[in-house]
């Protein structure tokens, strides 16, 4: 039997790396509308660091030790590396990470904590990169459409 062709996707490659990091969940059903986001704030592409969770995982007081080490040595490696300006921080209504981790304490208290995870994390890469834009938003559905709410920066 033949190898099958190979697959050549229609979208144009472009060899020059994005300006913008987005930071969020790996939950599928925000995946575009991040991106429709981010076109929306003048970049029209992106790297993206997708973990269940998102900038949950910054936290390292808040989440596992050893994700925390990992993603934020991700951020680091592509903020360096792909000489990145802009990052972008982003949380969603209905996660389920914060569910599994936090659902004892109920909807307001994950959101709460969530904003708190934002802040940190966006403190921790801003401390680290000082010269960084760091944008934070909240996601979350509205009727077919998603709605994402600027959340303003902390101090
Ligand atoms: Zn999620």
């Not at 790396?17 to 981010?38: I, N, Q, W």
């Not at 949950?56 to 360096?80: C, M, P, Q, V």
């Amino acid at each position: 039997m033949a190898d099958p062709a190979p697959f050549v996707s229609r979208v144009p490659f472009e060899s020059v790396h994005p300006k913008a990091l987005a930071v969020y969940c790996s939950d599928g059903r925000f995946t575009e509308a991040v991106e429709d986001l981010a076109h929306h704030l003048g970049h029209p592409r992106i790297d993206t660091l997708t973990l269940p969770g998102g900038p949950a995982l910054l936290n390292r007081w808040a989440s596992d030790y050893l994700e925390s080490e990992g993603i934020t040595r991700a951020a680091k490696f592509l903020i360096e590396g792909h000489h990145i300006e802009d990052v972008l921080l982003l949380a969603h209504a209905g996660c389920g990470y914060y569910q599994a981790r936090h659902s004892a304490l109920g909807p307001d208290i994950a959101l709460e904590q969530q904003l708190k995870d934002l802040h940190f994390g966006a403190k921790e890469i801003q401390t680290a990169y000082p010269h960084l834009r760091i944008h934070l938003f909240f996601a979350r559905p509205k009727g077919k459409t998603v709605e994402f709410e600027s959340i303003p920066r902390q101090g």
